[in-house]
């Protein structure tokens, strides 16, 4: 039976991941720690770190889409086990990496990317840019406030829309065409946290500004707000690439997958100007 798994089928990519499985008419199997059907996709539970719900989240699929969820930090310790299982059922891997890993093989979500290419299973790497639904997410409170503040610099990043990584995943899910093979996705222009700042301020009739903050503080600010200080510090070390620049280039490969060229940071701020107001 041809069905597909989604681990966080609930997040911020993975549901839109569901959604356009089951607008293909594809059978998908939600995972998320709940085990509730999402939409019209059966539900399973499934929690990092617990081998005990690896067995029936891979239970009759043909092809997973594989993610590590927001929150989490030990990216080989978590996600080695469920390439290996993948590969031990010959389940097709489509994984959501990060962009840039490729330029170091010691970086550990690169190492997951390698023993996924030598697991012998089929696979498709999707690295994706830093997501532009970072603003109503994770930076939301400082947009309530009228002001981001974070470890940037003045680099710039060509954020992607998390419906652009979705519908990239989809059709490596639905094809294999792609198979083999690594993408870099990335919106259609870089553009400086300033930049981004001054597109949501137009989007939500609404003064935003920008400024950079070292990582401490930035550190002691998230986890004022309840984020834990490993992820923490997790989030402020990869500020690093964006200061340098690394973040900054464009990829055709969204338009390679899906035929469609991606969204602009303009287009999600208009989009999601009710979530980026609320």
Do not use: C
Not at 42 to 61: D, L, N
Not at 176 to 202: C, M, Q, R, V
Not at 247 to 272: F, I, M, Q, R, W
């Amino acid at each position: 039976m041809s069905k597909v798994l989604v681990l966080g089928s609930t997040g911020t990519v993975g549901r839109h991941v569901v959604d356009g499985l089951l607008a293909k008419g594809e059978a998908v199997k939600a995972a998320s720690r709940s085990g509730q059907p999402v939409g019209g996709a059966e539900g399973v539970v499934f929690e990092y770190g617990k081998p005990e719900t690896v067995e029936a989240a891979f239970e009759g699929v043909d092809r997973a889409y594989v993610l590590l969820a927001s929150g989490y930090v030990d990216s080989k310790g978590l996600l080695l086990p469920l390439i290996e299982a993948a590969a031990s059922r010959g389940v097709k891997v489509v994984f959501q990496s990060v962009l840039g890993v490729d330029a170091d093989d010691s970086i550990p979500y690169r190492q997951v990317e390698i023993a996924l290419e030598k697991s012998g299973t089929p696979y498709v790497i999707l690295r994706p840019n830093w997501f532009a639904d970072n603003f109503h997410t994770f930076w939301k409170t400082g947009i309530d406030h009228g002001r981001i503040e974070l470890p940037a610099g003045e680099g710039k990043s060509s954020f992607i829309d998390a419906r652009d990584i979705a519908a990239s995943a989809v059709a490596a899910l639905t094809s294999s065409a792609f198979d083999g093979n690594a993408f870099n996705l990335t919106g259609p222009k870089a553009h400086s946290y300033s930049e981004a700042a001054a597109i949501l301020s137009d989007a939500i009739g609404k003064p935003i500004t920008y400024r950079d903050v070292d990582d401490a503080p930035f550190v002691n600010m998230l986890i004022g707000s309840g984020v834990a200080a490993d992820y923490a510090n997790f989030l402020a070390s990869i500020f690093h690439p964006v200061r340098e620049g690394w973040t900054a280039p464009v990829a055709g490969d969204v338009e390679k997958l899906t035929g469609n060229a991606p969204l602009s940071l303009e287009s999600y701020a208009a989009d999601h100007a009710a979530a980026l107001r609320g």
